[in-house]
């Protein structure tokens, strides 16, 4: 049975970015309903995230600006709103806090308490420990991001083939283990839904997902009785190519770039890795003619790529130049 989720935005941790939107909506969405969606901090500055509120109707937070108490007066806005949902509405069974605040860990205690799934994601630069190890699960922006295309078409244009498979080994990549294929297509709806197997020239989602996994082998079908299951393949994803001394350079280059594009300044030094390994799950160091990881980002600080930093707490980070 899918959870109902309340989600909560605080735009400033996030970037604001209408692609950040989206994938956190997805990632909550692959979980289940969004019942409430509450975005705080909203200025005239965040005009392109307007369709995207509006098609998952999200309510609005404007931010106000006066004195030094903002900031604070968002949070305990925040607060309020989540225990009044918590309180309230019985149908919530899970809540997803988009920020790194410690100031949310009583918070989120109290939602567990209450029994309540907490889902917390962050930006790393702002990600306090506190908060993270707090929540039910916590998923680092940068990782929710990590290794993804944006291929489907927009809500209202005609899917292709190529998208609902794409969309589906999301949903898989999100699974612990084999899904049944009507738990794929409700998420499938629950992304998408103008979506209908027959808008993409099958009769039944059992046709569709068989042409699926022979045209793209990303996934594999098993029949057991009457129920049809779904599992990822394992070699699906991996990279032709091997890191070497000549080409790690362009590799760390590409994968910063479309960090920055997404809309993030600063990464984390291990998910930036991760981003490396999703792509070269063979990668060494030593590939690179290096004995360690942060001897590849001093090299790549003295290309010019990145500026190494630390954080309040004494935590490395990469600034992306």
């Given at each position: 049975m899918a959870s109902h989720f309340a989600l909560f935005v605080d735009l400033e941790n996030c970037g604001g970015k209408k692609s950040m939107l989206l994938d956190i909506i997805e990632r909550v969405k692959i979980r289940g309903d969004i019942l409430i969606g509450k975005v705080y901090g909203y200025t005239d500055s965040y005009s392109d995230l307007k369709e995207t509120l509006l098609?998952?109707?999200?309510?609005?937070?404007?931010?106000?600006?006066?004195?030094?108490?903002?900031?604070?007066?968002?949070?305990?806005?925040?607060?309020?709103?989540?225990?009044?949902?918590?309180?309230?509405?019985?149908?919530?069974?899970?809540?997803?806090?988009?920020?790194g605040d410690s100031d949310y860990v009583p918070l989120v205690g109290k939602l567990k308490s209450?029994?309540?799934?907490?889902?917390?994601?962050?930006?790393?630069?702002?990600?306090?420990?506190?908060?993270?190890?707090?929540?039910?699960?916590?998923?680092?922006?940068?990782?929710?991001?990590?290794?993804?295309?944006?291929?489907?078409?927009?809500?209202?244009?005609?899917?292709?083939?190529?998208?609902?498979?794409?969309?589906?080994?999301?949903?898989?990549?999100?699974s612990d283990s084999e899904m049944l294929a009507s738990e794929v297509k409700g998420t499938l709806l629950r992304l998408r839904p103008d979506f209908s197997e027959k808008s993409v020239g099958y009769s039944t989602f059992g046709k569709l997902l068989a042409r699926l996994s022979q045209q793209f082998g990303s996934f594999s079908l098993m029949s057991e009785g009457y129920n049809l299951y779904i599992s990822l393949n394992q070699a699906h994803g991996g990279a032709h190519e091997a890191l070497t001394k000549d080409n790690y350079v362009q590799v760390f280059a590409r994968i910063l770039a479309e960090y920055r594009d997404d809309g993030f300044e600063r990464v984390n030094p291990s998910l930036l890795k991760a981003a490396v390994i999703s792509e070269y799950?063979?990668?060494?160091?030593?590939?690179?003619?290096?004995?360690?990881?942060?001897?590849?980002?001093?090299?790549?600080?003295?290309?010019?790529?990145?500026?190494?930093?630390?954080?309040?707490?004494?935590?490395?980070?990469?600034?992306?130049?």
């Open positions: 098609s998952n109707t999200f309510t609005v937070v404007p931010s106000l600006r006066y004195g030094r108490s903002q900031k604070n007066s968002m949070d305990i806005q925040l607060v309020i709103d989540a225990l009044d949902v918590a309180y309230r509405n019985e149908l919530i069974d899970s809540f997803c806090i988009v920020s209450m029994g309540k799934f907490v889902l917390g994601i962050s930006r790393s630069e702002a990600a306090s420990g506190v908060f993270m190890n707090a929540c039910s699960e916590f998923q680092f922006l940068e990782s929710v991001k990590a290794g993804k295309e944006r291929t489907a078409a927009p809500v209202g244009e005609a899917l292709t083939l190529a998208d609902v498979n794409s969309m589906i080994v999301t949903i898989l990549g999100e799950p063979d990668f060494t160091e030593r590939q690179t003619g290096h004995r360690r990881f942060s001897d590849i980002l001093r090299a790549l600080e003295r290309e010019r790529l990145l500026r190494l930093e630390t954080d309040e707490s004494g935590n490395m980070l990469v600034s992306i130049l």
